[in-house]
């Protein structure tokens, strides 16, 4: 690491772009988005790691997005793209953590009693599981995976035959950004060949139980929240908002999470093989950090990092796909005749092939969101290719949350966007400078229901960037605009105690 470390000056140049010349102003600079506020909050040890990660081998294009801030080897909320290495930081230890976005056929008002939320709560609740250990024991209405069947959802994500065991509707991967991933040579034998080695090795002792885990959230800052649509005024995006089965006044059902206890173990055992592997050959580390390990595409360390994490992705998406069948199921116990239909499944911690420049490349989004526009040719045969898909940005249950689509210029940030409000409080300074009482006050005063005693003081509504200026930057640097706010109902968080039954 570097001892001393001074941020260099980013420079405009629009109200919502700017750049960051490379150490020794070689090569192309890291190109910024976000206003003057936002640029002002970007912490030193996050331009740090952003000049770390750009300076990398094989790295031609790094970009900060407005809720950016430091993670692990590089920053949270930045695009690394690579068409000749694989970086295991720039996807981080939650592979494929990601949004997903539930349509109910219900109106806003239909929750708007507090008895009915209670119920959907607890009836949510007894299905999908929350905090880090917790699997399908501590629900007694979650579905029961098999290791057979866990191994099958590793390897093949959502096929048809996982969707039907599972009791999820098929259709839902057609709604999905991928619904299945592949091994580092394009099969899923590979991914089942490696999963074997895996296990046999030793690598998951307990790879039933995290199997279990299958349907549930974790903890940190994944949650499911029912959320109100507003749609925008605007007819052109009222227009795409409703083709993505939205509806003004309508519900909705967000989920943040990723690939829990199996993913978490598959990225830390590359980090130590790849750690192991710089130490015994003596090789130089990026800024000397060691969360900036990477393997060149093609060498056996690459394929092994790329099949674990097409394993990692495909659990995470079955992960969300079930909680969202279970979701509305709950639904349906309680307001019994319920439908719904996924409106989307994207991720922000992924590694995906793609062309930048007219050349195959690796783009690593790390809390960053893909951002295809109409027309473009990844979108061809999608239900998306006329509109460009949908973006599922989380806010805050204050604030609220997003739904956007990219526009054109999204070129300029190798057609990415921010994955969220981005932190502005660590979570340490959080819980030591919040009062819980003004934190639970908030809730009650905006009618929130959440199923925590006390509401997590490090994820509370001001431990985060001004998701307004946030989102005025993604528009104003023209890559995005919102076709809809989400206006929270009710939270469900990780809590140690929850208020079932209460009223």
């Known amino acids: 690491m570097i001892s001393e470390f001074t941020a260099p000056i980013i420079t405009s140049t629009g109200e919502a772009t ?73 996807v981080g230890v939650d592979i494929k953590c990601s949004m997903s976005l539930l349509a109910l056929d219900l109106t806003a008002d239909t929750v708007a009693e507090r008895t009915v939320r209670r119920a959907l709560i607890e009836a949510i609740c007894e299905r999908t599981p929350t905090g880090a250990g917790r699997g399908q024991r501590s629900a007694r209405k979650s579905r029961c995976v098999t290791p057979e069947l866990g191994r099958r959802v590793a390897t093949e994500g959502a096929s048809a035959e996982v969707c039907e065991a599972l009791g999820i509707p098929p259709e839902w991967a057609t709604r999905c950004e991928n619904s299945a991933h592949v091994g580092y040579d394009g099969t899923a034998d590979a991914l089942r060949t490696r999963l074997d080695r895996l296990i046999n090795s030793g690598a998951f002792p307990k790879f039933a139980d995290k199997m279990t885990q299958l349907g549930s959230y974790g903890g940190g800052n994944h949650f499911g929240e029912c959320e109100a649509v507003q749609l925008s005024s605007d007819e052109r995006l009222r227009g795409v908002a409703e083709s993505f089965g939205l509806r003004d006044g309508g519900l909705a059902f967000l ?74 199921e709950a639904f349906q ?138 989102l005025r930057s993604v528009k104003s640097a023209g890559l995005a605009s919102e076709v809809a706010r989400l206006r929270a109902r009710f939270v469900i968080k990780d809590s140690d105690e929850s208020l079932r039954g209460a009223a």
């Not at 970007?42 to 950016?68: H, K, M």
């Not at 994490?309 to 796909?321: E, I, K, R, S």
């Not at 239909?341 to 992924?350: A, E, T």
């Not at 809390?367 to 805050?396: D, E, V, W, Y």
Request: glycine share 10%.
């Open 18 to 90: 700017g750049f960051l010349p490379m150490r020794g102003s070689q090569g192309k600079p890291i190109t910024i988005i976000g206003t003057d506020p936002i640029r002002q909050g970007f912490d030193t040890r996050c331009i740090e790691q952003a000049l770390n990660s750009r300076g990398a081998p094989g790295v031609t294009d790094l970009i900060l997005n407005p809720d950016a801030h430091a993670g692990y080897g590089a920053p949270v909320g930045c695009v690394l793209v690579s068409p000749t290495h694989i970086y295991p930081g720039p």
């Open 255 to 328: 989920s943040h999470c990723g690939s829990r206890g199996f993913g978490f173990n598959l990225a830390m055992g590359q980090f130590r093989a790849l750690q192991e592997f710089f130490l015994r050959w003596g090789l130089p580390l990026p800024g000397q950090d060691k969360e900036l390990v990477y393997a060149p595409l093609g060498t056996p360390e690459a394929d092994a990092y790329l099949d674990d994490m097409a394993l990692g992705a495909n659990f995470a998406t079955v992960n969300h796909l079930l909680i969202n069948a279970l979701v509305l």
């Open 333 to 470: 116990e309680v307001i019994p005749g319920t439908t719904g239909s996924l409106v989307y499944f994207i991720s922000h911690n992924i590694a995906q092939r793609e062309i930048v420049d007219n050349r195959p490349t690796w783009v690593h989004r790390k809390g960053a969101t893909r951002a295809f526009p109409s027309g473009h040719h990844a979108l061809a045969g999608t239900p998306f290719a006329a509109t460009g898909h949908p973006i599922l940005l989380p806010g805050n249950p204050a604030a609220g949350s997003s739904v956007m689509v990219a526009e054109p210029g999204a070129a300029l940030s190798c057609y990415s966007v921010n994955h969220g409000a981005g932190r502005a409080k660590g979570r340490k300074a959080a819980i030591r400078e919040l009062d819980q009482k003004t934190v639970d006050q908030q809730f009650t005063d905006l009618d929130i229901l959440t199923n925590c005693r006390f509401y997590p003081k490090d994820e509370a509504p001001a431990a985060y960037k001004d998701f307004d200026e946030v």
